[in-house]
T-cell receptor, first 116, second 114 residues
Framework: AQSVTQLGSHVSVSEGALVLLRCNYS??????LFWYVQYPNQGLQLLLK??????LVKGINGFEAEFKKSETSFHLTKPSAHMSDAAEYFC??????????????FGSGTQLTVLP | NAGVTQTPKFQVLKTGQSMTLQCAQD?????MSWYRQDPGMGLRLIHY???????DQGEVPNGYNVSRSTTEDFPLRLLSAAPSQTSVYFC?????????????FGPGTRLTVL
């Protein structure tokens, strides 16, 4: 069974500082990888995903993530934090098998606070 | 397009009551799912559907029923509410085949069971 671990349930950064949110997965076969963001009192929306090809993936709002197979990681970064980035971020995985019913397994989430 | 809509936004139930959480999407998506979100636990899959007339259980199905009579609608029924079902419930949908497709989420229903 696959699982997702997000290190750090709360991360605080200063405005303009680097954002680094960590995600590691456990799966016998490298899965599809996703980052979703949830703003207060809203549903989740997709930031970016890795399916195949280039391992550095760029997403919306200046975020990017790099798939590292050797480290089973998919960390999310942004060079310069903005106040509007304050939200909860979820890493998620889904199996690559053709019979998959598109089920997502989510990490427990990281709450990002941006300090002025 | 309205995307994925959920009603109600908030609901308070007493233990033992039943209710239905509504979910609709106007994107003609085949796949729909229900998740519950609890603090520190991320989102957990309750039930999902790969098309009209086809449903299956997710990770935490006990105490919930679903049906999918149309492509657009995917209601979630709580049969006899329990305090452990206090949570935020999200409906999601996605297009086409494969597990790599983006899922689109509704705004959520915040349920409290007393």
């Amino acid at each position: 069974a696959q699982s997702v671990t997000q290190l750090g349930s709360h991360v605080s950064v200063s405005e303009g500082a680097l954002v680094l949110l960590r995600c590691n997965y456990s799966s016998s076969v490298p899965p599809y990888l996703f980052w979703y963001v949830q703003y207060p009192n809203q549903g989740l929306q997709l930031l970016l995903k890795y399916t195949t090809g280039a391992t550095l993936v760029k997403g919306i709002n200046g975020f990017e993530a790099e798939f590292k197979k050797s480290e089973t990681s998919f960390h999310l970064t942004k060079p310069s934090a903005h106040m509007s980035d304050a939200a909860e971020y979820f890493c998620a995985v889904s199996e690559r098998s053709s019979g998959s019913a598109r089920q997502l397994t989510f990490g427990s989430g990281t709450q990002l606070t941006v300090l002025p | 397009n309205a995307g994925v809509t959920q009603t109600p936004k908030f609901q308070v139930l007493k233990t033992g009551q039943s209710m239905t959480l509504q979910c609709a999407q106007d994107m003609n998506h085949e796949y729909m799912s229900w998740y519950r979100q609890d603090p520190g636990m991320g989102l957990r899959l309750i039930h999902y559907s790969v098309g009209a007339g086809i449903t299956d259980q997710g990770e935490v199905p006990n105490g919930y029923n679903v049906s999918r009579s149309t492509t657009e609608d995917f209601p979630l029924r709580l049969l006899s509410a329990a305090p452990s079902q206090t949570s935020v419930y999200f409906c999601a949908s996605s297009y086409g085949g494969g597990s790599y497709n983006e899922q689109f989420f509704g705004p959520g229903t915040r349920l409290t069971v007393l």
